[in-house]
């Protein structure tokens, strides 16, 4: 066998080995954005021009969520906002429109507290996303029913209701939780409470 014929050889297995290597490593990074973000990693690939750049999003979002430092709330900050809460709640019976205004604003302050950036929409769901999976979805269609209502003004009540029952799941999740250590694996999100749904009159007009 000849040195030219040995340097080929060598050559064919290195870039195996590195195509192997590399393989693995994508099918690592897959499974570990599909555990943390769950329903949104199909969310994700199916809104993308492709897997790659849906599974770049999400990483990047992943390492903006551990940059960040946030922190439990204190009893006395639980127990005020859960005040807040009920109030707004019962004000849904008479003004529901109102009321899903002063849940929006609350659910923002809340995050605004533990730590999040809530400049931006999107970008806040991005990173509750990295935490809460299975809630953030609530988060997107309360907020897109918002919109409806503050730019139109023509969301009936029911439509309303599920968006504050969307608000109630990430406000509960977001009140409740407990910081984690970056070092450990995070579990999914807590799931929403649906037995606590606000009620409303029916109105004949």
Known sequence: MTTTVTVIIVVLVVAALAVAAF?????????????????????????????????SHLADVAQQRDKLELRELDETERARYSTQWEAIQAQFVDEPGKAVDAAD?????????????VEDFDQRADLVAADHPEVVSHYREAHAAHQRHRSTGGVDTEDLRQSFVHYRALFAALVEEKVEDKDTNRSNADRPNSESQPTHRQETR
Do not use: N
């Open 23 to 55: 393989v693995m490593f994508q099918k690592q990074r897959s499974a570990q954005l599909r555990q943390r973000f769950g329903p949104e990693y199909d969310r994700a690939v199916e809104g993308a021009d492709s897997k790659r750049e849906a599974e």
């Open 105 to 117: 604003s609350l659910v923002t302050s809340l995050m605004h507290d533990r730590g999040y950036p």
